[in-house]
């Protein structure tokens, strides 16, 4: 139990270009999402917080017309990339959670922007 | 200002023998401790947590102590096995109105020898 799945595993796109990301639990409903993002040998980096049936909450720093999050069921959210750089190129994993603590993350997804 | 603090980046130990992954964290209001276990490309998979009313929690063998005075929480693993080479991920959260905001330490390379 506790399945939680990522689409693509890996996408390639063009600079200025956008790209969706779709998060899934598979078997649990999760009234929260979460979407991180990982940099080479760094640790998990909270980017914001996806609740359902209502606007995303950021953390400091992340640009939220940039990186658009859409939490449209209790298994379903999205981040969508727009306008891609380079510099987003990352590991992007997300996570959701059936408790009040417990997250269980998805296989993550290799962005590189070319 | 890094609240989770996993200090070592690495760790080699015997097959056979304990690993101990060592945590820190400063924010007093952390009252929920999670460890992850990663491998290179994937989500995090949860291995063990801890509420901060207990001091020890195990679970096969895996083990959390949790020194609430010091700050401090530690995972040990007896007897340490090949396959549990990987990156492990501590993590802590505050019952912020059941936010479930994790934050993450930068991870500790565990290297488990044959």
């Known amino acids: 139990g506790a399945v939680v799945s990522q689409h693509p595993s890996r996408v390639i796109c063009k600079s200025g270009t956008s790209v969706k990301i779709e998060c899934r639990s598979l078997d649990f409903q999760a009234t929260t999402m979460f979407w991180y993002r990982q940099f080479p040998k760094q640790s998990l980096m909270l980017m914001a917080t996806?609740?359902?049936?209502?606007?995303?909450?950021?953390e400091q720093g992340v640009e939220k017309d940039k990186f658009l999050i859409n939490h449209a069921s209790l298994t379903l959210s999205t981040l969508t990339v727009t306008s891609a750089h380079p510099e987003d190129s990352s590991f992007y994993i997300c996570?959701?959670?059936?408790?009040?603590?417990?997250?269980?993350f998805g296989p993550g997804t290799r962005l590189t922007v070319t | 200002d890094q609240q989770v603090k996993q200090n070592s980046p690495s760790l080699s130990v015997q097959e056979g023998r304990i690993s101990i992954l060592n945590c820190d964290y400063t924010n007093s209001m952390f009252d929920y401790f999670l460890w992850y276990k990663k491998y290179p490309a994937e989500g995090p998979t949860f291995l063990i947590s801890i509420s901060s009313i207990k001091d020890k929690n195990e679970d096969g063998r895996f083990t959390v102590f949790l020194n609430k005075s010091a700050k401090h929480l530690s995972l040990h693993i007896v007897p340490s096995q090949p396959g549990d080479s990987a990156v492990y991920f501590c993590?802590?959260?505050?019952?912020?109105?059941?936010?479930?905001?994790?934050?993450f330490g930068k991870g500790t390379k565990l290297t488990v020898n044959p």
């Open positions: 996570s959701a959670s059936p408790s009040n603590y417990e997250q269980y």
């Open positions: 993590a802590a959260s505050a019952s912020q109105g059941g936010s479930e905001k994790l934050v």
């Open positions: 996806s609740n359902e049936g209502s606007k995303a909450t950021y």
